[in-house]
């Protein structure tokens, strides 16, 4: 026998159990200290928030990978990315494994597996440990070791991306895609249905900046030749639609074909070449830029700024509506009034009912003034025929009572990308130009699970209902005390348990931005002054030593948190 007590006990229980902070707040305090420059405090925290063995393991291998490659222990950072590598290998070669357990609980009782783009840059920061061992070595042969290592993860780098652009099609196919009167038409009626996003547009096919860090290992490797075709790649790609997806500067597809232009002209054999694609590609001043560029040395300036965006949960209500056979979702806004309108904001661009053929339907249901009342906050799907067997299911009595789904999703409208980075070095100027932005890629990633973030929380959801209404059926009758409690109890539970897939590899930067500068041999004092998102800027000065004929790094990480210099050259050391 139930006593109000036991039960009341059961549900507190229940719901603290259940509780579940997204994988940003569990991760939080060693991202702080990331910023801070704290680098052993951050691995320590992180090391105890992430299970190397659990369902957070590629996680916790990738988040310390980069701590340790702020600190600059650059062979421990490459053995945990190694380790991550195999992982995510693994598990994308395992997409349908613990799904029954994933759809019986929440997406974070499963294992991460890596977005593509993750995938790629576990390549790109072990090979830009690789390089910056060898950047950071005098001696010839370990720096010829460490050149190699970064020339073996750039072709590792390039075998992901040829797989992804394979599955996903080139810009190239693309194009030429949009050109068919199929696909014109297509974009007609997706503006009729009151489609606002064209997903096409926002796949990651390839990676422009990945490309061309390969190509800077290679040209630092002395081929020559590689790293014309890598650079050529980056350029073509950022040309295609890379740089205009990302929201790039459009600065960087002119650097991508001058450094092409330059590999040429170091490798030989293209002087019929060469010049009539600097003609066709490059501005005057980059010509003029040009003919003394190979004669001097230079400084390649790398800064990763900030850092990805959080993923968040927004709740939904799902119910049946039986007058019209149609399943309704509604949002369920929480938070401050900015957060409030991300959500709102979210959920009209992915989810909600905007087109004239649902304006029109409502008409005809006579419900054009709860409609547009409730206009961008509401979804409504018509099931027909499908509801009597979801009826036969159980499903339905399950959605009338109303049920709480989650799906992930980014704070696109407040969300602030860096400003402006300024190099100065004595009385010379230069801006840092954004080469990369895994913000937006991130952002557009989501906007293409959307959909499928939605069924999937719709069918968990119902999944648990049926499951909760067949545990309190064992109780005895629903009206019964016993079967009222465990139908209270497994409601409760259910709620509670709803949850979304909130993880994403958060140190990675926001931005990579970078900067070329031929420079006379000899030691240059060089400043790097950036405006963060959050208005802070961040300084940073290194004294460099530019050889002729030779090409100088200075890899830089900025945080709104770590505006000085000194936290990080000092653990660098």
Wanted: aromatic share 8%; net charge positive.
């Amino acid at each position: 026998m139930f006593s109000p007590i036991r039960v009341l006990a059961l549900v507190i229980f229940t719901v603290y159990l259940s509780g579940c902070a997204t994988y940003g707040q569990d991760v939080r305090k060693g991202l702080q200290l990331v910023q801070q420059g704290q680098y052993p405090e951050a691995a320590k925290a992180l090391e105890g928030a992430l299970d190397p063995k659990g369902d957070d393991r590629l996680l916790y291998y990738t988040e310390l990978g980069v701590v340790y490659h702020l600190a600059g222990d650059y062979e421990k950072s490459n053995r945990l990315l190694t380790s991550a590598e195999r992982i995510a290998e693994d598990l994308y070669t395992k997409r349908v494994s613990d799904l029954l357990t994933t759809a019986m609980t929440n997406p974070r009782m499963g294992p991460y597996r890596a977005a593509d783009f993750e995938r790629v840059f576990i390549n790109y920061y072990k090979a830009l440990n690789y390089f910056m061992l060898a950047s950071n070595t005098d001696s010839k042969s370990a720096k010829a070791d460490a050149l190699e290592g970064a020339r073996v993860e750039s072709r590792r780098m390039d075998m992901v991306l040829s797989s992804i652009e394979y599955e996903k099609g080139s810009y190239e196919e693309q194009a030429d895609r949009e050109k068919s009167m199929f696909s014109k038409l297509m974009r007609v009626f997706d503006k009729l249905t009151g489609e606002i996003i064209d997903k096409d547009k926002i796949v990651y096919r390839n990676d422009a900046f990945g490309h061309y860090l390969a190509g800077t290992i290679y040209e630092q490797h002395k081929e020559y030749d590689d790293a014309r075709v890598a650079y050529q790649k980056a350029a073509t790609l950022y040309e295609g639609g890379y740089q205009s997806q990302y929201d790039l500067d459009k600065s960087m597809t002119e650097q991508a074909w001058f450094d092409t232009i330059r590999m040429m002209q170091k490798a030989g054999g293209w002087n019929n070449q060469w010049p009539k694609l600097s003609q066709k590609k490059l501005s005057k001043a980059k010509r003029t830029e040009l003919r003394a560029f190979n004669n001097k040395g230079h400084l390649l300036v790398i800064e990763h700024v900030g850092m990805v965006p959080e993923r968040e949960e927004m709740n939904m209500i799902l119910h049946a509506d039986a007058n019209t056979r149609q399943v309704v979702v509604s949002p369920v806004l929480s938070g401050n009034p900015k957060t409030q309108l991300d959500q709102r904001f979210w959920f009209f661009a992915l989810y909600a009912d905007k087109g004239i053929s649902d304006v029109l339907s409502a008409a005809y249901e006579n419900r054009m003034g709860p409609a547009l009342m409730q206009f961008g906050l509401t979804k409504r799907e018509y099931l027909g025929p499908l509801w009597d067997v979801a009826d036969g299911l159980g499903v339905i009595d399950v959605m009338k009572q109303g049920m709480r789904i989650t799906v992930p999703y980014y704070g696109v409208t407040s969300m602030q990308l860096p400003k402006e980075s300024k190099l100065s070095i004595g009385s010379e100027k230069y801006s840092m130009m954004v080469s990369q932005s895994l913000t937006h890629i991130a952002v557009q990633q989501q906007l293409l699970a959307a959909s499928g973030d939605l069924q999937e929380s719709m069918a968990r959801e119902a999944f648990k209902g049926l499951t909760t209404a067949k545990v309190a059926s064992l109780g005895g009758d629903s009206n019964s005390q016993a079967g009222a409690i465990l139908g209270l109890l497994g409601k409760i539970t259910t709620a509670a348990t709803a949850s979304a897939e909130t993880r994403n590899w958060l140190s990675l930067p926001g931005q990579i931005k970078v900067k070329r500068i031929p420079l006379d041999a000899g030691m240059h004092t060089v400043n790097l002054s950036s405006k963060l998102a959050n208005g802070a800027v961040s300084n940073h000065t290194k004294d460099v030593k530019i050889e002729k004929g030779q090409m100088a790094v200075w890899k830089v990480r900025s945080f709104p948190q770590n505006a000085s210099t000194n936290i990080q050259q000092t653990a660098l050391k």
